[in-house]
């Protein structure tokens, strides 16, 4: 069965530092990856999305950026963070098929910037 | 793009009773809505989905409507009982699997 981890679990960070948050993916072959930002009661807003290595798409434009090294890596990043970078994390997968396919997510990052 | 609305905000209901969340969508391309669930501090989970080209699907005590003229659909809860007290967010898809999120809405069963 397919899983997906995501990690660090929980974050927090000073106003300016970096980031990188990972996102794997096991028992599935070229997922579509995607990067998911919640604040605190809001629904979810969605900010990278990725349908095979190396090909990245904004939704939103920000301080921050991903990248798909792998097939099953997603990993989302920023050089300087905010403090509107606050929220949870999620990143989620879909199968490879275009079109109506569920999404699963990770357990999150809950990210708080100081 | 897509616009997603989603009422109410907050639901309060009696254990038993039947809850009824509902969302509406700006484009008619959208052809793919599934209904998350997600507990405080947790994972959204998937709990039922719906595509354009049936007006209703039903899953135990979860049913979900769609109606494509109106664009709209809900979400449809019976026999209520405390563990589904959480807050659920509907969402609309284009193809190419980007789902578009509602606001959410808390659902608050009261023993």
């Known amino acids: 069965s397919q899983t997906i981890h995501q990690w660090p679990a929980t974050l927090v960070q000073p106003v300016g530092s970096p980031l990188s948050l990972e996102c794997t993916v096991e028992?599935?072959?070229?997922?579509?990856l995607y990067w998911y930002r919640q604040a605190a009661g809001r629904g979810l807003q969605l900010l990278f999305y990725?349908?095979?290595?190396?090909?990245i798409s904004s939704e939103v434009p920000q301080n921050l950026s991903a990248s798909r090294p792998q097939d099953r890596q997603f990993i989302l990043s920023s050089k300087k963070l905010l403090l509107s970078d606050s929220g949870f994390y999620l990143c989620?997968?879909?199968?490879?098929?275009?079109?109506?396919?569920?999404?699963?997510f990770g357990d999150g990052t809950r990210l708080s910037i100081l | 793009g897509e616009n997603v609305e989603q009422h109410p905000s907050t639901l309060s209901v009696q254990e038993g009773d039947s809850a009824v969340i509902k969302c509406t969508y700006s484009?008619?391309?959208?052809?793919?809505f599934p209904w998350y669930k997600q507990e405080l501090g947790k994972r959204p989970q998937l709990i039922i989905d719906?595509?354009?080209?049936?007006g209703e699907k039903k899953d135990q005590r979860i049913a979900v409507t769609l109606n494509k003229t109106a664009k709209h659909f809900s979400l449809h809860i019976t026999e209520t009982q405390p563990e589904d007290s959480a807050v659920y967010f509907c969402?609309?898809?284009?193809?190419?699997?980007?789902?578009?999120f509602g606001t959410g809405t808390r659902l608050t069963v009261i023993p």
């Open positions: 484009d008619s391309a959208s052809n793919y």
């Open positions: 969402a609309a898809s284009i193809w190419a699997n980007n789902l578009f």
């Open positions: 028992g599935t072959s070229n997922p579509n």
């Open positions: 719906i595509r354009s080209n049936v």
């Open positions: 989620a997968w879909s199968g490879p098929l275009i079109g109506n396919q569920p999404q699963h």
């Open positions: 990725s349908v095979g290595i190396g090909q």
